[in-house]
């Protein structure tokens, strides 16, 4: 799975049960103490491939999955997603463990979710569509796929129900956007709320009708947006890919945003009790932490990004290392994986108010993180270098901890240069640890 359907995932480990111990969600599967099994001498790989990519898509619509005959038992050598490396060691216990995580998004799904809804004709809108999905999850809100071309109104209809906010994609043919996408849109203008708001993207060829088409319908029907309409021409680029995983972010943030709201009284009144007194103290307490101020920069292929940090330590002497905290949420965070480098410029105190402006200021996703910033390009990581910051330091990410709200990235210091050889370093101050 490229992006985080989990109801789909699920099906898939419940077809992969016959071949390893302790994944199926139902009662009677086998424990995680039971030995794996000698692995078969003939591989069913492609049969296995094609009758897994079939129980997935026939789930896409959200309906119950067909009956499929069981390939003849046999035990897997190893598991080979279509996303990441082969896994030929402990292949139960991995199993095991994204059978966990799938059945917590599930209930997450129950709860909170935003629909991403679509149509792709050679892939390039559903790539589009998986991104978008992956930035919704970085914000912490679950995520119901369906593919427009295998579900029916009621399948539409349905999902809209249940889920806050969607967004809908579409791949332009002969000028149109395609008959399932279209029969989709229709039953949307006439089912969701327009309470939550709303996103379209798309691919194409040579002229990009359908993200009009749908845009302006949905506008035309009330519908507002969290993001301007993404559109692509041809295959995306990592920095296509990017916009639309922040558009995904920004969505899912505006939904949030609408869900506080309406649990504004519930909030104040809890808040008017002891307890919410004493947790005050404790933020208080942990508000009095202070951090330097830096700013990190970071590149993966074509796409930039940057962010300004004040959860920042060092964390080794030999080799130096630092930690960084990064939400979730933070568009940066895809760029701060095991094995990516980056770069950590500390701002100097009484210079450093011109970079804070432009990093905390909204951005569209996709736009220049820089703006009006002096800034040089490493020619070691191609990573971004502040000319104004007090020295920076070329990381590479060693290891990652999730931790809450936030992953604790430990990055090896590389190499690094004072840029200003007088000069404090800028610290940040607060007064409540519930807040940056």
């Not at 430990?410 to 200003?420: E, I, T």
């Amino acid at each position: 799975m490229l992006a985080p359907m989990a109801r789909p995932a699920s099906a898939a480990l419940d077809k992969l049960a016959p071949y390893l111990s302790g994944v199926s969600s139902f009662p009677g599967a086998a424990g995680s103490a039971e030995k794996e099994t000698k692995p078969a001498t003939k591989s069913v790989a492609p049969k296995l491939t094609k009758w897994l990519m079939g129980a997935a898509s026939k789930y896409a619509g959200g309906g119950s999955v067909a009956t499929l005959a069981a390939p003849p038992a046999t035990a897997a050598a190893a598991v080979a997603p279509l996303h990441g490396p082969v896994v030929r060691a402990a292949r139960n216990e991995l199993a095991r463990e994204y059978r966990e995580w799938v059945d917590a998004q599930i209930a997450k799904a129950d709860d909170f979710s935003i629909a991403v809804i679509y149509a792709s004709a050679y892939g390039n809108t559903s790539a589009m569509a998986q991104a978008i999905a992956r930035g919704i999850t970085k914000a912490g809100v679950a995520v119901e796929m369906l593919n427009c071309e295998l579900s029916t109104a009621e399948d539409v209809a349905t999902l809209i129900a249940k889920t806050d906010g969607f967004c809908l994609g579409a791949p332009t043919l002969g000028g149109h956007m395609p008959t399932p996408v279209s029969n989709a849109l229709g039953v949307i203008v006439k089912e969701a709320s327009r309470e939550y708001p709303a996103g379209v993207f798309g691919s194409f060829g040579w002229s990009g009708e359908a993200v009009d088409l749908m845009e302006s319908r949905l506008k035309d029907g009330g519908v507002s947006f969290a993001f301007d309409a993404v559109r692509c021409k041809f295959k995306p680029t990592e920095a296509t890919l990017q916009v639309c995983e922040e558009s995904g972010t920004d969505l899912a943030q505006a939904v949030k945003k609408l869900r506080r709201k309406k649990q504004t009284a519930e909030t104040k009144a809890l808040a008017s009790g002891g307890a919410a007194a004493g947790q005050s103290d404790t933020a208080a307490a942990v508000g009095r932490i202070v951090g330097s101020l830096c700013a990190v920069t970071a590149k993966k292929g074509d796409a930039q990004s940057a962010m300004l940090a004040s959860w920042v330590s060092q964390a080794s002497f030999n080799p130096p290392a630092l930690t960084v905290a990064v939400a979730k949420e933070r568009a940066v965070e895809s760029f701060l994986l095991k094995g990516a480098t980056f770069n950590l410029n500390v701002l100097q105190q009484g210079n450093e108010k011109d970079t804070i402006k432009a990093l905390l200021k909204p951005f569209a996703p996709g736009e220049n993180r820089f703006g009006d910033m002096a800034v040089d390009i490493s020619e070691t990581n191609g990573c971004a270098i502040v000319t104004r910051a007090l020295s920076y330091m070329e990381c590479e990410v060693e290891e990652r901890m999730e931790c809450g709200d936030h992953w604790v990235v430990l990055a090896k210091v590389r190499d690094g240069k004072l840029l200003q050889d007088e000069g404090l370093t800028a610290i940040h101050h607060r007064k409540t640890g519930t807040s940056y």
